[in-house]
Nanobody, 125 residues
Framework: QVQLVESGGGLVQAGGSLRLSCAASGRTFSSYTMGWFRQAPGKERAFVAAISPTDISTNYADSVKGRFTISRDSAKNTVYLQMNSLKPEDTAVYYC??????????????????WGQGTQVTVSS
C-alpha cells in the first residue's frame, strides 16, 4: 500500500525558511514525477513544484520560482521542498503527491494519484 507522509511544516516569520519532507513507502518512485501542491483557505489546491523521473528536470509555479527548491533522495524514497524567503501568501496546507504514470513529467493535479495528508505552513507578517 502506497503511503506519503509529509513533515516539516510550522509557523515562521516572513523572510524565514522551512524544509518540507515527504517520505514515500509501498514502492519505489524514482521513475515517477513527484510534486508539491498547496491549498490556502477558500482556494483550490494549486501546483507548487515538481521533479521529473530520475531527477532530470524540475518545474515551479511562477509565485515560488527563485525561492523554493524541490529535490529527491531516491535511496530514502523521500522528496523535499526547501522554502526560503517565505511570504504571508505562502500560508497554506502543503501536500506531496506522486504522478499516476511512470516516465511522464507533469504538473497537472489530475495526473497525480497518490497524496499525503498535508502539512500546515503558516507565515506571519
Amino acid at each position: 500500500q502506497v503511503q506519503l507522509v509529509e513533515s516539516g511544516g510550522g509557523l515562521v516569520q516572513a523572510g524565514g525558511s522551512l524544509r518540507l519532507s515527504c517520505a514515500a513507502s509501498g514502492r519505489t518512485f524514482s521513475s515517477y514525477t513527484m510534486g508539491w501542491f498547496r491549498q490556502a483557505p477558500g482556494k483550490e489546491r494549486a501546483f507548487v513544484a515538481a521533479i521529473s523521473p530520475t531527477d532530470i528536470s524540475t518545474n515551479y509555479a511562477d509565485s515560488v520560482k527563485g525561492r523554493f527548491t524541490i529535490s529527491r533522495d531516491s535511496a530514502k524514497n523521500t522528496v523535499y521542498l526547501q522554502m526560503n524567503s517565505l511570504k504571508p501568501e505562502d500560508t497554506a496546507v502543503y501536500y506531496c503527491a506522486v504522478a499516476n504514470r511512470a516516465w511522464v513529467f507533469t504538473t497537472r493535479r489530475y495526473e497525480y494519484d497518490y497524496w499525503g495528508q498535508g502539512t500546515q505552513v503558516t507565515v506571519s507578517s
